[in-house]
């Protein structure tokens, strides 16, 4: 059973350019969370996804920034017209549908994104 | 004030030593995470605890609810124990809407 696949693992993108990232949840689990951690910076919760909907975007910068989770295929965090500030690891983490709160969660090894 | 703190920031120790993370926290909250991250920079998901104690090997976990605190112990600390842990907290938003500590950067030298 394969974990959380996250790709690319790194990215550079040059100013003004968008960044894919693609989080693939664990076999069976269809929430999926998008992380980003800043450098010497903490981890910031950013959008909490289910199949076809977003459930929480609180933690989502409101311009340039979008996730999706559809019905096939893997999550995207889309970030458009990148600016250096967007440099970080965004992490994904997926758990069971169980709908309990504080399912343990698995997360993915991070996408690496550099803005020059 | 952070709503999640984790102390020490950072720590070295000695193989074989006996180690404790703490974390508090401000909110009220349903479950707490420990964590760990590796030097490469991957995620690992240790202990989630909503009370008492859980143990998994080497490593265990223990929240006060009342306290709000919790500590993560390691025994017989090894080299490979050579990570930063961290510790999150699911306050009053969704699940995955974790509040996380800074980490505590922790070193085991042999």
């Known amino acids: 059973n394969a974990g959380v696949m996250q790709n690319p693992r790194h990215l550079v993108r040059r100013r003004g350019q968008e960044a894919r990232l693609r989080c693939s949840p664990m076999?069976?689990?269809?929430?999926v969370y998008w992380y980003r951690q800043l450098p010497e910076e903490g981890l910031k919760f950013m959008v909490y996804?289910?199949?076809?909907?977003?459930?929480?975007e609180s933690g989502m910068p409101k311009e340039r920034f979008s996730a999706e989770f559809p019905k096939e295929g893997p999550s995207i965090l889309r970030i458009q017209q990148v600016v250096r500030g967007d440099s970080a690891a965004y992490f994904c983490?997926?758990?069971?549908?169980?709908?309990?709160?504080?399912?343990?969660?698995?997360f993915g090894e991070g996408s690496w994104l550099t803005v020059v | 004030k952070n709503e999640v703190e984790q102390s020490p920031q950072n720590l070295t120790a000695q193989e074989g030593e006996f180690i404790t993370i703490n974390c508090s926290y401000s909110?009220?909250?349903?479950?707490l995470h420990w964590l760990q991250q590796h030097p490469g920079g991957g995620i690992v998901s240790l202990f989630m605890?909503?009370?008492g104690k859980k143990k998994h090997g080497r490593l265990i976990a223990t929240i006060n609810i009342q306290e709000k605190h919790s500590s993560l112990h390691i025994t017989a600390s090894h080299p490979r124990d050579s990570a930063v842990y961290i510790c999150?907290?699911?306050?009053?938003?969704?699940?995955?809407?974790?509040?996380f500590g800074k980490g505590t950067k922790l070193s085991v030298k042999p």
């Open positions: 983490a997926s758990s069971p549908g169980a709908g309990r709160p504080g399912n343990t969660i698995y």
């Open positions: 076999k069976g689990h269809s929430h």
């Open positions: 996804l289910q199949k076809e909907n977003i459930i929480d």
């Open positions: 909110v009220g909250i349903s479950a």
């Open positions: 605890l909503s009370s």
């Open positions: 999150a907290v699911i306050g009053g938003g969704s699940q995955g809407n974790l509040i």
